[in-house]
């Protein structure tokens, strides 16, 4: 079981940026692919973008590709989220877990507000 804390959400204008960050507990980090994740009140949790072990393979929703790159430091044990042209659509409570397996344990996320 792994401890996940993501950090870097906050309240920007649209258009703007903002750099989420996820400090993973263990070394198997290093092992597993890993997924950012957002939810809003009254939708499920959507994945916004998943990176496999090594970092050579990427997916991105069809909603951020283009504008958001999911990167990993796996000597460090952090999985970031650079998010660039924010939309107030990306408004969300964004959290990282595990992908594939498929995760058992979420943290406690990190709020991204954008204002039109």
């Known amino acids: 079981q792994v401890q996940l804390v993501e950090s870097g959400g906050g309240l920007v204008q649209a258009g703007g940026s903002l750099r989420l960050s996820c400090a993973a507990s263990?070394?198997?980090?290093?092992?597993?692919?890993m997924g950012w994740y957002r939810q809003t009140p009254g939708k499920e949790r959507e994945l916004v973008a998943s990176i496999s072990s090594s970092g050579d393979t990427i997916y991105y929703a069809d909603s951020v590709k283009g504008r958001f790159v999911i990167s990993r430091d796996n000597a460090k044990n952090t999985l970031y989220l650079q998010m660039n042209s924010l939309k107030p659509e990306d408004t969300a409570m964004y959290y990282c877990?595990?992908?594939?397996?498929?995760?058992?344990?979420w943290g406690q996320g990190t709020q991204v507000t954008v204002s039109s």
């Open positions: 263990g070394n198997i980090f290093s092992i597993n692919a």
């Open positions: 877990a595990r992908f594939r397996p498929p995760a058992t344990s």
